[in-house]
């Protein structure tokens, strides 16, 4: 008896559309170029760096929630005896997940950008807007 792979399967994972990058009005993304997992702390002091380095009318929308709950128990403890205290959150970053969407009232610069991309633990590729595509 002879297996086959349904049709349908295939077609569904061998779709190739042109990625649609910008979920609000922004001008220029931060993407994630590796799958890895990102901290809080991390993603925090990246945005803090962006904020420094902008205008003042400029807009950031942070876009990864958190939602891995990490858990450390005390060192002494036994065994079981449930999960442990929470230490912090994290988040599970696909390749090509969007980081950060800005809209800057001036030009954005890649050097501007860069010392972001420096202050986290991943390769980020930054990809802006041609002016015919901004709405």
């Not at 559309?17 to 890895?36: D, L, S």
């Not at 230490?87 to 997940?97: M, Q, V």
């Not at 950060?100 to 202050?119: P, Q, R, V």
């Amino acid at each position: 008896m002879k297996f086959f792979k349904k049709k349908h399967l295939i077609k569904v994972f061998n779709l190739k559309k042109k990625k649609n990058f910008f979920n609000f009005k922004g001008t220029t993304v931060m993407i994630n170029k590796t799958p890895t997992y990102l901290s809080k702390t991390a993603l925090e002091s990246s945005r803090k760096v962006l904020r420094r380095k902008l205008t003042k009318g400029s807009k950031i929308w942070v876009l990864p929630n958190l939602k891995i709950k990490i858990n450390k128990k005390s060192k002494g403890a036994r065994m079981g005896k449930g999960v442990g205290k929470p230490k912090g959150y994290s988040y599970f970053l696909d390749k090509g997940t969007n980081l950060f969407e800005i809209w800057d009232i001036a030009y954005i610069t890649n050097s501007k950008l860069n010392f972001a991309c420096n202050k986290l633990p991943i390769n980020c590729k930054i990809h802006t807007n041609t002016k015919d595509e901004i709405i």
